[in-house]
C-alpha cells in the first residue's frame, strides 16, 4: 500500500513539476556521460584520449568528475589548437597539434572561420565556405602514438573527427585488438542519408569484430531531426571488462 502511495505521489509530483528524478547511480544509459562515468564503472578513469578535442570542452567538463585523470587532447587545426591549449591550463592536461587516422600521410585542407571549429573536417574540407585559408595537416595513427609514447593503456578513447571517425579506429586496430583500451565514445551518423557522419553500423560491426559491445547513445542530435545531419555518440566497451559497468534491475 505504502508503496504504491509513494509511486502515485511520484507521478503527481512529474506532472505538477515537469521534472523527473534519478539517483546519479541509477541515471539511465544516454543521460549524462560524466555522471556514467562517476557512477555506473566499477573501474577509475585514469587514462582519456580526446581525439578531435576542438577547444577541450569535453575533457574540461570531464575533468570536473575526473579530476587526478591524464588527459591527452589531439587538435589538428592551428587556430583551434591554441584555443584548446587556453583552455586547459592544468598540469594534467596533455596537447598534441596532430590529427589521428589510419595511416601516416600529410593532408591538405581548408580550415573553417574560428567561429564554426566545431565542423572542421579531414574528410569534408571542401565544404568549407573559407577557400582561402588552405593549410596541411599532420596525421598520425593511433598504434604509433602508443608505442612512441609507452602508453600502456586508455580507460577512454573519445573521437568527434567529423566523419574521419572510423580511421581513427583503424588506425588504432593493433591497440584494439589487444584490449588495451576500455570505453569508447565516437560521433556517428544514424541514418544513410548522412554523410557528414559515419553510419553507425559500420562503426558497429568494426568494433564487435574486435569483442567491443556497444552500450549505448549519448547526446542523440534532436534538436532538428534532419536525416541529413542526423548524429549522436555511440558508447562501446570491451568485452574483457563489459563486466565491470554497474547494472540494476
Given at each position: 500500500?505504502?508503496?504504491?502511495?509513494l509511486?502515485?505521489?511520484?507521478?503527481w509530483i512529474?506532472?505538477q513539476?515537469?521534472?523527473?528524478?534519478?539517483?546519479a547511480?541509477?541515471?539511465?544509459?544516454?543521460?549524462h556521460f560524466?555522471?556514467?562515468?562517476?557512477?555506473r564503472?566499477?573501474?577509475?578513469?585514469?587514462m582519456?584520449?580526446?581525439?578531435?578535442?576542438?577547444?577541450?570542452?569535453?575533457?574540461?567538463?570531464?575533468?570536473?568528475?575526473?579530476?587526478k585523470?591524464?588527459?591527452y587532447?589531439?587538435e589538428?587545426?592551428?587556430g583551434?589548437?591554441d584555443?584548446?591549449?587556453?583552455?586547459?591550463?592544468?598540469?594534467?592536461?596533455?596537447h598534441?597539434q596532430?590529427?589521428?587516422?589510419?595511416?601516416?600521410?600529410?593532408?591538405?585542407?581548408?580550415q573553417?572561420?574560428?567561429?564554426?571549429?566545431?565542423?572542421?573536417?579531414?574528410?569534408?574540407?571542401?565544404?568549407?565556405k573559407?577557400?582561402?585559408?588552405k593549410?596541411?595537416?599532420?596525421?598520425?595513427?593511433l598504434?604509433?602514438?602508443?608505442?612512441?609514447?609507452?602508453?600502456?593503456?586508455?580507460?577512454?578513447l573519445?573521437?568527434?573527427?567529423?566523419?574521419?571517425d572510423?580511421?581513427?579506429?583503424k588506425?588504432?586496430?593493433k591497440?584494439l585488438?589487444?584490449?588495451?583500451?576500455?570505453?569508447?565514445?565516437?560521433?556517428?551518423g544514424?541514418?544513410?542519408?548522412?554523410t557528414?557522419?559515419?553510419?553507425?553500423?559500420?562503426?558497429?560491426?568494426?568494433?564487435n569484430?574486435?569483442d567491443y559491445v556497444?552500450v549505448?547513445?549519448?547526446?542523440?542530435?534532436?534538436r532538428?531531426?534532419?536525416?541529413?545531419?542526423?548524429f549522436s555518440?555511440?558508447?562501446?566497451v570491451?568485452?574483457s571488462?563489459?563486466?565491470?559497468?554497474?547494472?540494476?534491475?
Open positions: 500500500m505504502l508503496k504504491h502511495l509511486k502515485s505521489g511520484k507521478k512529474v506532472s513539476s515537469k521534472l523527473w528524478f534519478y539517483s547511480p541509477k541515471l539511465p544509459v544516454g543521460t560524466p555522471l556514467f562515468t562517476s557512477h564503472l566499477k573501474f577509475d578513469i585514469k582519456v584520449f580526446d581525439v578531435g578535442a576542438n577547444q577541450g570542452h569535453f575533457s574540461k567538463q570531464l575533468h570536473q568528475y575526473h579530476p585523470t591524464e588527459f587532447c589531439f589538428p587545426f592551428p583551434t589548437f584555443k584548446l591549449k587556453g583552455n586547459l591550463l592544468k598540469s594534467n592536461f596533455h598534441f596532430l590529427a589521428l587516422g589510419d595511416k601516416e600521410e600529410t593532408i591538405w585542407v581548408f573553417n572561420e574560428e567561429n564554426q571549429s566545431d565542423t572542421n573536417s579531414l574528410t569534408h574540407s571542401n565544404d568549407s573559407n577557400k582561402l585559408n593549410i596541411s595537416i599532420q596525421v598520425n595513427t598504434d604509433k602514438f602508443i608505442e612512441e609514447h609507452t602508453i600502456e593503456s586508455i580507460d577512454l573519445k573521437i568527434d573527427t567529423e566523419g574521419f572510423l580511421k581513427v579506429l588506425g588504432s586496430e591497440s585488438t589487444k584490449g588495451l583500451i576500455k570505453l569508447i565514445y565516437v560521433e556517428c544514424l541514418d544513410p542519408i548522412n557528414y557522419h559515419v553510419f553507425f553500423p559500420e562503426i558497429l560491426s568494426y568494433l569484430s574486435l556497444f549505448g547513445f549519448f547526446q542523440t542530435d534532436i532538428k531531426i534532419n536525416r541529413k545531419i542526423h555518440n555511440a558508447l562501446f570491451h568485452d571488462v563489459s563486466n565491470q559497468i554497474k547494472t540494476f534491475l
